[in-house]
């Protein structure tokens, strides 16, 4: 059972802890190894109805040794049928604002650092920024320094993932992404947390 209604002293301490852990990983090797699991199990995230489409990927940068799912990314731009997007933070932000919103991601993007130092798409003439009624289908990729078998995972605080899933109206899979030696253990829960509904580690497609 996961344990209910955290400090943020307990989650900063275990940040800390995962980020120590994850910086002795061979994270670029991992990184190969969870792309080739995620396209042998992609089909496996996508609706029964194989002519379903369009179909959105909310993706990820990876900042610091999170999972580098770009060089995917960048080969499903090809696939025709899909619209890739990357998320863009608000310069301010409140509680119940979705600070985060996702743009188009194609091979004429420009990517910019923001504040955080994460990469950023800039906002192409005549782009929008992805609606749910807009695709038949959307997949978003979560990144995290940890994730528990629940499907729980640890970010870095900001929130932004949690209050873009509660103010949105975002209703397909959420799919974690990590590494097999940050997957195991329990981690604590806020009400405010939305759990990833799928897990892809080096190792296999987990269905929560």
């Known amino acids: 059972m996961p344990h209910l209604v955290s400090s943020a002293a307990d989650k900063q301490a275990l940040r800390s802890a995962y980020k120590a852990q994850r910086a002795g990983l061979p994270m670029s090797s991992l990184s190969q190894a969870v792309v080739k699991t995620l396209a042998r199990e992609w089909p496996l995230c996508l609706p029964q109805n194989a002519q379903v489409n369009p179909i959105a990927v909310l993706g990820y940068a990876p900042t610091g040794s999170e999972v580098n799912m ?3 990314l960048q080969a499903l731009m090809a696939t025709e049928g899909y619209h890739l997007f990357l998320p863009r933070i608000a310069a301010s932000s409140s509680a119940t604002d979705p600070t985060m919103t996702f743009w188009p991601y194609t091979a004429q993007t420009v ?8 990469l950023e798409p800039l906002p192409q003439h005549q782009s929008q920024a992805w609606q749910a ?9 979560l990144p995290a320094l940890a994730i528990d078998p629940a499907g729980h995972r640890l970010g870095y605080g900001k929130g932004h993932y949690d209050r873009f899933l509660a103010n949105t109206s975002f209703a397909g899979p959420k799919v974690g992404i990590t590494v097999e030696a940050l997957f195991r253990q329990p981690l604590p829960v806020d009400v405010w947390d939305r759990p990833c509904t799928m897990v892809f580690t080096e190792a296999a497609l987990y269905s929560l």
């Not at 990517?111 to 994460?118: K, P």
């Not at 009624?133 to 990729?141: M, N, V």
């Open 111 to 118: 990517l910019q650092a923001n504040r955080f130092g994460i």
């Open 70 to 72: 770009m060089p995917w």
């Open 133 to 141: 009624e807009d695709y038949a289908w959307t997949i978003l990729l």
